[in-house]
């Protein structure tokens, strides 16, 4: 597995992915039936941010991540990101790996912290991976996301020192 920078080229690999998982509505506050412009100018987000991919030999997108600052002007050494896994390639730390690429990314911009303002707390297998990654809690919304089947569930605000 290769994690590159993410081109243009790779948004057909991406989307189908990014579909699946926003429609499903668990894990992601964006709305459900976001339209393919909407989601791709979202996620391949323009400099200082940065997208990045996952490929495995054959070129094939198996993960995607993108990072922004968080807050704009004094809030801007704080970093934002987002990441997503293909389903087919779930449970093969490929999200480990990205999670860690993405934070020595950040480090090597300059961030001085990472910070998730919506980790849905019943997304556990998430909850798990950024603990382990060293994120702690710093926060959390109560009810602050509708869950498909569990109705309103928590929303977590994780951060990272870097």
């Given at each position: 597995?290769?994690?590159?920078?993410?081109?243009?080229?790779?948004?057909?690999?991406?989307?189908?992915?990014?579909?699946?998982?926003?429609?499903?509505?668990?894990?992601?506050?964006?709305?459900?039936?976001?339209?393919?412009?909407?989601?791709r100018?979202?996620?391949?987000?323009?400099?200082?941010?940065?997208?990045?991919?996952?490929?495995?030999?054959?070129?094939?997108?198996?993960?995607?991540?993108?990072?922004?600052?968080?807050?704009?002007?004094?809030?801007?050494?704080?970093?934002?990101?987002?990441?997503?896994?293909?389903?087919?390639?779930?449970?093969?730390?490929?999200?480990?790996?990205?999670?860690?690429?993405?934070?020595?990314?950040?480090?090597?911009?300059?961030?001085?912290?990472?910070q998730?303002?919506?980790?849905v707390?019943?997304?556990?297998?998430?909850?798990?991976?950024?603990?382990?990654?060293?994120?702690?809690?710093?926060?959390?919304?109560?009810?602050?996301?509708?869950?498909?089947?569990?109705?309103?569930?928590?929303?977590l605000?994780?951060?990272?020192?870097?």
């Open positions: 597995m290769q994690i590159r920078t993410a081109t243009a080229g790779d948004w057909p690999g991406i989307w189908p992915f990014l579909r699946e998982i926003v429609s499903a509505g668990d894990t992601y506050t964006w709305p459900r039936d976001i339209d393919e412009t909407r989601a100018d979202m996620w391949l987000v323009p400099p200082p941010g940065r997208t990045v991919v996952a490929v495995d030999d054959d070129g094939t997108v198996l993960a995607s991540a993108k990072m922004t600052p968080n807050q704009l002007g004094p809030g801007d050494h704080v970093a934002n990101a987002s990441f997503m896994v293909a389903p087919a390639a779930a449970g093969q730390g490929i999200g480990r790996a990205l999670g860690a690429y993405v934070l020595d990314l950040a480090r090597t911009d300059g961030y001085h912290a990472m998730f303002n919506a980790v707390a019943t997304n556990t297998r998430a909850v798990a991976l950024w603990r382990s990654l060293g994120f702690d809690v710093v926060g959390r919304i109560p009810d602050g996301f509708r869950h498909p089947t569990q109705g309103h569930v928590d929303l605000v994780m951060y990272q020192r870097l």
